[in-house]
């Protein structure tokens, strides 16, 4: 894979902007799009081109990435816009979307045999994303994408893991949430109740990281949740939507999630209470003491 390949990059959202800047700092030419334009400035400030429309994103690119809030954005994306692919092309899907939905983007994709399609979902944090430190969880139909990728991807991430196929990659990522999130939703309990309790924030997490009940999301939110620091990072409306696409998936599939689904609903108490908006670590809030 040369330096004279161009990419397009769909989506500048919070995960989508850090991963395309990352790969403007590259040695490609990096043609950037997305409905909000400081998203674009920003992306255009590290070394990215502006393209007039999505369409021109994709159209002379050798890899077009998306990377869209909802599964029902990226469908409508490729749905729209599959056959601007160019001849050779590989589409590279980034969203969190259900295996299902990674399905029909594959096909729309393939449709005339003129591009390939590659589901490549990420972990950790766009901060972590900015630095090239996050994983990718990889699925294509054609295994030897991710050969043809790898230096893309080397740009993009610290480690790459190949899921064997689109839906692999969409589900682990599913999975991950579920876990992460459902975690979220205990260490808020947790938190809550060390409070009710008597027992003073800084102390509750000293204590919790001595033992088992240490976990990835206390290192990252506890103490977020513990100051209220609610700015949007990863936003309780994808939370929910993560959440309730792998609760969704796991039932077509006969797979019992009650733990998940008990999450699901806390994380829909956040967002009727307005929070929305607000970072997942915003979960806390439903579980406080209601105000007098």
Sequence with gaps: ?????????????????????????????????????????????????????????????????????????????????????????IAVDLSTVDPATSRRIATLVAAG???????????????????????????????????????????????????????????????????????????AEGLQLARATGIADDTFTAALKTTGGWSVQADIRLGWMAAADFAPRFAVDLATKDVRLSVDTAARRGVPTPVAAAALSVFSLARAAGLGAQDAAAVAVPLGPRPA
Aim: glycine share 10%.
């Design 1 to 89: 894979m040369t330096p004279s390949l161009t990419l397009g990059f769909i989506g500048l959202g919070a995960m989508g902007g850090a991963v395309a800047r990352r790969l403007a700092a590259g040695p490609w030419r990096v043609l950037v799009h997305d409905l909000a334009e400081a998203a674009v400035a920003r992306a255009v400030a590290q070394g990215a081109v502006a393209a007039g429309d999505a369409g021109a994103a994709i159209a002379g690119a050798d890899i077009a990435f998306t990377c869209l809030p909802t599964p029902e954005l990226a469908e409508a994306f490729w749905q729209d816009h599959a056959a601007r692919l160019r001849e050779g092309a």
């Design 113 to 187: 045999g003129r591009a390939r399609f590659a589901a490549c979902t990420l972990g950790k944090t766009p901060a972590m994303a900015e630095r090239g430190e996050i994983p990718v969880f990889f699925g294509a139909d054609d295994p030897s994408l991710l050969e043809t990728l790898r230096p893309v991807l080397a740009q993009m991430a610290s480690t790459v893991f190949d899921m064997g196929s689109p839906e692999g990659a969409t589900m682990f990522k599913l999975i991950s949430n579920l876990v992460g999130m459902t975690n979220l939703v205990v260490l």
